[in-house]
């Protein structure tokens, strides 16, 4: 067995919330999951680590990657204490639209009143009605998070609508996505005084169109919704497509064999064609 990774899983959560609801994790199975990473020795690695190990670096064995959609408010309350307990990173993705002043709110290891939770479709509906900080990091958390070394944070574009939907044609669309990354990336590059060129595409789609429009905008690499493992030296020409596997609410035990089936290239395929 060679001591390097051979696959890199990169996990896709969006709510860790005591609100039962769609895309949720409880915050007992996030604790129990990560404490089981930390235990059984995986290394959750950063953007620019995975970058590197696609491009053909080596990366040691049980490397995995943790990511966020979204940005909600839970991940700050019940994701980052968790993580900074164990010393595990995540990836965070932003919807810069969303995203509101006003000062740190409590988390689940700082003391104090912990601010209410919305489910995922209470969250939408707060969203829709301007009311989006019921929902949403603030860029004061976002910050601490940073501080902390718990997250690192990109884009998820500025709007999260799906211009292929809203559109009355192609060119709409593509027009729809430039304004819509531009403003991403100027939000970003103000507000955190950078910006990657990771993108996690909203709803997980992408069509030829958004693919030349994030790789002119200067996008490298797309989180996608597709379930897959990630190779060493793939080769998708210019832009790196990254497929993800989606956590479930579910026990330590679960992910640990979703883990061990995707740390492994051949049976990871073998699963994924079953399953198909
Ligand atoms: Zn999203």
């Given at each position: ?26 915050p ?44 909600y ?34 988390h ?5 009143a912990?601010?209410?939770?919305l ?27 940073r ?42 590059q ?49 832009a790196?497509?990254i ?17 061990w ?16």
């Open positions: 067995m060679t001591k390097f990774a051979r696959a890199v899983p990169v996990l896709m959560y969006h709510h860790i919330s005591t609100s039962p609801g769609m895309i949720t994790v409880s007992e199975h996030f604790a129990a999951q990560m404490a089981y990473l930390a235990g059984a020795g995986y290394t959750t690695i950063g953007s620019a680590q995975l970058s590197a190990y696609l491009a053909g670096e080596p990366l040691p064995k049980k490397a995995v990657v943790l990511t966020f959609d979204d940005g408010l839970d991940n700050w309350v019940h994701a980052h204490p968790v993580l900074q307990a164990h010393g595990l990173t995540a990836l965070c993705f932003l919807v810069t639209s969303w995203i509101g002043e006003g000062p740190v709110r409590a689940a290891r700082s003391g104090g912990l601010p209410a939770l489910n995922h479709r209470d969250g939408e509906v707060a969203i829709e009605n301007g009311e989006a900080d019921h929902a949403i990091l603030r860029w004061s958390e976002i910050d601490a998070m501080e902390a070394g718990t997250f690192e944070f990109h884009s998820h574009t500025h709007s999260h609508v799906r211009w292929d939907r809203v559109s009355a044609n192609a060119e709409q669309k593509c027009a729809g996505l430039t304004r819509d990354l531009a403003s991403a990336r100027a939000t970003l103000q507000k955190l005084g950078a910006v990657s060129d990771h993108l996690c595409w909203p709803q997980g789609y992408h069509d030829e169109d958004y693919r030349r429009i994030a790789a002119e905008a200067g996008f490298r690499h797309f989180y996608t919704c597709e379930t897959g493992s990630n190779y060493s030296g793939r080769d998708d020409g210019a790196r497509s497929t993800r596997l989606e956590v479930r609410d579910r026990p330590a035990s679960w992910l640990a064999s979703r883990l089936v995707h740390t492994r290239p051949a049976i990871s395929r073998a699963y994924l064609r079953i399953k198909r």
